[in-house]
Nanobody, 128 residues
Framework: QVQLVESGGGLVQAGGSLRLSCAAS????????MGWFRRAPGAPEKEREF???????????YYADSVKGRFSIFRDTAKSAINLQMNSLKAEDTAIYYC??????????????????WGQGTQVTVSS
């Protein structure tokens, strides 16, 4: 079973950038996609908004409309990790960001249903 550990969160001013990383360990066989979700301040634990995802085979990427053009997801194959480069950050990007892995199909790759393994989360705070 795969384990996920996120890193790279922190405090940044609006307009700034951050890069999140998610390191995968253990058995990744059967994992079709990895992605990032976020939970806004005050939102219920199970209410996580899709941010971006990537297919491990082929590298196709998917983005939420709210982050298109600002965020970029990519793989670091050598480190068995995925990264989320976040530019032009806004106050509304403030959230806990979770890495996820799963056997997503096309209809679920942008939803929580497409993922069965989650990291603990990393806090991103954007000050305005």
């Amino acid at each position: 079973q795969v384990q996920l550990v996120e890193s790279g969160g922190g405090l940044v001013q609006a307009g700034g950038s951050l890069r999140l990383s998610c390191a995968a360990s253990g058995s990744t066989s059967g994992t079709i996609a990895m992605g990032w979700f976020r939970r806004a301040p005050g939102a219920p634990e199970k209410e996580r908004e899709f941010v971006a995802s990537i297919r491990l085979s082929g590298g196709r990427t998917y983005y939420a409309d709210s982050v298109k053009g600002r965020f970029s997801i990519f793989r670091d194959t050598a480190k068995s990790a995925i990264n989320l480069q976040m530019n032009s950050l806004k106050a509304e990007d403030t959230a806990i960001y979770y890495c996820a892995a799963g056997r997503s199909i096309e209809s679920t790759i942008m939803t929580m249903r497409g993922y069965h393994t989650w990291g603990q989360g990393t806090q991103v705070t954007v000050s305005s």
